[in-house]
């Protein structure tokens, strides 16, 4: 008898074009570290007298589905999130690096269906009508990073077999602790010991009387950003602030070597004013327990910008082979050199060199720009990232 493991758990996640109703496509696998989302059923105990002491039968109650999902914060599947989040986002970018900026006040938000899948049992359950009340995640010096996104579902379907089909895959690249920076009006802040972010959108559940049980819908609400930072007593710059009842700019950022980032912008950050205590011989240390509220320039009260470039995908060219000659041509006329004519008979020319050879024709022939950095016969990429993320 097989038992359900968490190791081989599954989850894949698509947008809804009609709240409650599941896409018959589009499904994409997404990485998660554990996840609480599920539909319980209370049971109401009777009230009624003059059966004996023994009770009679209960009555099923109102059903309920929501959870919480733990996701890594990186540069591909986060943007689902942040997408749940906000909103659909403001894409700038026609080549990479690609932007995308999410902004908060929107009074529309999509809706999802997440399945979760435990194939040995097998068990799949697919939640329709998911949004997304609340989203956490903490800055520290080393760990794990990850967010915690609060859900809010219409109902739960169980199915032995996927609804999902074959979900589409993500490149992982995840941020680290170690990649984070956090500035006040565009200065580093410094001697900052831990963060914490929670943006909620504090879901309105529609209630109503329905033979499923189901809500009908969840609507946003005034939204609140709130969160905590502890510092090292070092200055009075945050006490000031707090006293004078003045807002700043805070900025929590991340930015991987390779040129992905992930920013996140609060506009309008009012301190409260801490009780500085010392409570030993040790470093004296401010918390902060910080709200942002709406700026009146830039017209909102945060924005997230998530930047992104997609570079040759290892082990295959067959992606930017549409661009190989266009590349070949800027080359060429940059070096002084005539463009390559065009030659009708080539295609059959290079299936009677594929047959002597055994190899792809086009393999050799990739001698331009950055495209000469790529190894033929291995499955690593070399090139400079600056020039990459020009090009592509």
Known sequence: MARAQGARALMALAFET???????????????????????QPLLNSELLGYGRDPLAPIKDAVTADG???????????????????????????????????????????????ETGMPEVPRYAMYSGCVLD????????????TATARLVAQGETVGTTTSAGTPAALELKRFGHFNGEI?????ALGNVVSAEITYANNLDRIETIRSDGRIDGADPSIAALTGRIEVRFADQTLVTQAINGEACEMEFAYVLPSGESFTFTVHAVYLPRPRIEISGPQGVQATFDWQAARDSVVGRMCTAIRRHLRGLPHGTLGRWHGRRRALCARSRHRAGRPARRADPHRHRRAHRRRGRTGLSVHAPRLRCGWLSHVMMGSNQIVSEPRRLSASL
Do not use: C
């Open 18 to 40: 009609t709240y409650g109703t599941p896409p018959a496509s589009g499904f994409t696998r997404m990485p998660f570290a554990s996840t609480s989302l599920g539909a319980e």
């Open 134 to 145: 609340q989203i956490t995640w903490q800055m520290q010096r080393s760990g794990l990073l």
């Open 183 to 187: 500035t006040r009006n565009g200065t």
């Open 68 to 114: 919480d999902v733990v996701v890594p914060l990186d540069a591909e599947a986060f943007g689902f999130w942040l997408k749940a989040a906000f909103g659909a986002p403001t894409t700038t970018g026609a080549e990479a690096p690609y932007s995308h900026e999410f902004q908060s006040g929107s009074w529309t938000l999509p809706s999802m269906s997440i």
